[in-house]
């Protein structure tokens, strides 16, 4: 028999089983398709990467001897959908079998499922993704008898698997965590370093033309792209990352600027995720950087958990929950998503400049988009598929195995505390105290009622209010529904007005596929 094997946009890696195991001749299948680049408007920084990735990863492997087929999205014969298209070309070369690295997406495995059901050729063969630290089996295995899993408990089943920043058996420094070091706010932070500039071929040269061509009607701006779209480009941000900013990641973590949109992130995501850089060498970089003393344990750990802890918690969870996970909504939340999220007009700063910035980069650090777009959102009750739609449009790094915990679940708290143990709510106070917005402002966040009052401090009291019944018994909380509770009816009473006044100001959109994004 003979195989085609297909890569996916997100399956850059040639370490790819199905490349590794190719026989000679086999005829290696990237397909652009209409239909992955539409069915969320994606921001157009975002496509222009993925393509550019998809067509440089193309060239290496023919350059390395690989027979490729390329179908573009200008192809005149191109069926625009990744199954009726990778069979086509199964066709066209005689190809009986269809080899496929296992999709990040549910949708996607569902319907490769289902055709590998029918009886006819070609038959389609899915292979395991080797590209992360935990297999399924092995998330599942952890997972058997677990009411409520704990990310930090996973976490240390893998730094213990991997050896990790471990001395034997025990954490280095003595500590598994060193999250206290790692709230400074911003008023101390050092000016952060700027990213490398990628140079751009002909071949990314000619991806930006056709997305600026074809997704004209997406949001989000293509000038200034700077994502890289080769491996080579992608370890050039890994070495300036550890070299730059990973020595201040740690304590700058939760920090928010009003100017500097990356401060001292890595901005790896989007590499990682399509696969340009693979999780263990990123965590290696790291751990290697702090045996050379270049960088602190604090930072290190810190970020290390991000990858080997947060990234495959949610993938697990993802997998384990789905579908029903993504219909979860716990909380009863009945509102679309405000305009602003899509057009960036609003007067409260620190919304404005994080909206600002995914519009201009396809990227803001997790802390603008947990504390502020997340939790702006939280406060509304923006539904959760209303919210899951923008996220999974605006960021480059955006796929639906880490969007949708992290939107449904961290930030909204759909799934009742299933993934994180208390919501991320906050109100103007936090956002004053860890960033630079506030002074900029035309809001005041020490007020929480009366004109100048910073709309996040009384949306905060009424969602407390709203959700006692689900949140008020969370021993997390029992110190702010403390407070709550010795508040005069007066003050409620004022602030549940200031909220809902707000919330009358605002113009809603319906989620993405029933109204004016379909
Ligand atoms: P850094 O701060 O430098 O962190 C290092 C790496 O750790 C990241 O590159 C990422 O691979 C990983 N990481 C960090 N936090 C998380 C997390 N919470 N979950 C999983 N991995 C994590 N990340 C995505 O990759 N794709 C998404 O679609 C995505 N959607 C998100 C939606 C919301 C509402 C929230 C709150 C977070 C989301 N995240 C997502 C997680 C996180 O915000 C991004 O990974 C991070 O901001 C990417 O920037 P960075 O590479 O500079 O990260
Ligand atoms: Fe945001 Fe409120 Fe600060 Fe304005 S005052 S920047 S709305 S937290």
Redesign the pocket.
């Known amino acids: 028999s003979k195989s085609l094997r297909l890569v996916l946009g997100d399956q850059l890696s040639l370490t790819l089983p199905i490349l590794q195991n190719a026989p000679p001749g086999a005829t290696i299948a990237l397909c652009e398709v209409e239909e992955e680049g539409r069915y969320v408007p994606h921001h157009p920084q975002k496509i222009a990467m993925m393509l550019a990735a998809m067509r440089h990863f193309a060239a290496d492997l023919r350059q390395r001897g690989y027979r490729v087929h390329y179908s573009t999205l200008d192809d005149p014969d191109n069926r625009h959908s990744l199954i009726a298209e990778a069979e086509r070309l199964a066709r066209r070369h005689g190809c009986d079998e269809i080899h496929v690295t296992r999709p990040g997406e549910w949708r996607l495995l569902k319907a490769m499922e289902a055709r590998q059901a029918q009886l006819h050729p070609p038959r389609w063969h899915i292979v395991e993704d080797t590209r992360f630290f935990c297999s399924h089996r092995d998330f599942e295995a952890w997972m058997e008898g677990r009411k409520r899993p704990r990310m930090e408990d996973f976490y240390r089943l893998l730094r213990r698997r991997t050896g990790l920043l471990m001395d034997g058996n025990a954490p280095i420094g003595g500590q598994w965590n060193f999250d206290r070091d790692n709230r400074a706010p911003i008023d101390d932070a050092p000016p952060p370093p700027s990213l490398p500039r990628h140079r751009q071929d002909a071949v990314t040269r000619e991806v930006l033309a056709l997305v600026e061509r074809r997704f004209a009607d997406h949001v989000g701006r293509l000038e200034g792209f700077n994502w890289p779209v080769t491996r080579r480009q992608a370890l050039a941000d890994l070495r300036h990352?550890v070299a730059q900013a990973l020595p201040a990641?740690g304590t700058y973590?939760d920090a928010i600027s009003d100017t500097a949109p990356?401060l001292?992130?890595?901005?790896?995501?989007?590499a990682?995720?399509i696969g340009l850089l693979s999780?263990g060498e990123?965590c290696e970089a790291a751990q290697d950087a702090w045996q050379r003393g270049e960088a602190p344990l604090n930072a290190v750990e810190g970020?290390i958990r991000?990858?080997l802890g947060?990234?495959e918690?949610?993938?697990g969870i993802y997998w384990h929950r789905m579908p029903a996970y993504k219909r979860e909504n716990q909380l009863g939340a009945t509102r679309g998503l405000p305009q602003c999220y899509w057009d960036g007009d609003t007067d409260l700063r620190c919304l404005q400049r994080a909206i600002e910035m995914t519009h201009d980069n396809a990227?803001?650090?997790?802390i603008?988009?947990?504390m502020v777009?997340?939790n702006f959102a939280l406060l509304c009750d923006v539904r959760p598929a209303a919210?899951c739609d923008w996220?999974?449009a605006v960021?480059a790094?955006?796929?639906?195995w880490?969007?949708l915990?992290?939107?449904l679940g961290?930030?909204l708290h759909a799934d009742g505390g299933y993934l994180g143990s208390k919501p991320y709510c906050a109100s103007g106070k936090y956002i004053d105290r860890m960033s630079d917005h506030c002074a900029q402002c035309r809001y005041d966040p020490r007020q929480s009622v009366g004109e100048n009052a910073c709309p996040f401090n009384a949306l905060y009291w009424r969602f407390l209010e709203r959700h006692a019944d689900q949140l008020a018994d969370n021993p997390r909380m029992r110190v702010i529904y403390g407070t709550l509770d010795k508040m005069s009816a007066h003050k409620r009473q004022a602030l549940r007005q200031q909220a809902d006044t707000f919330l009358d100001s605002l113009t809603w959109t319906p989620p993405y596929g029933q109204g004016q994004h379909a």
């Open positions: 990352f990641f973590q990356y001292f992130h890595s901005r790896l995501s989007a990682l995720n999780p990123v970020f991000q990858i947060w990234r918690y949610v993938r990227y803001a650090h997790h603008q988009r947990l777009t997340g919210l996220y999974l960021y790094d955006a796929c639906e880490v969007e915990p992290n939107t961290m930030v």
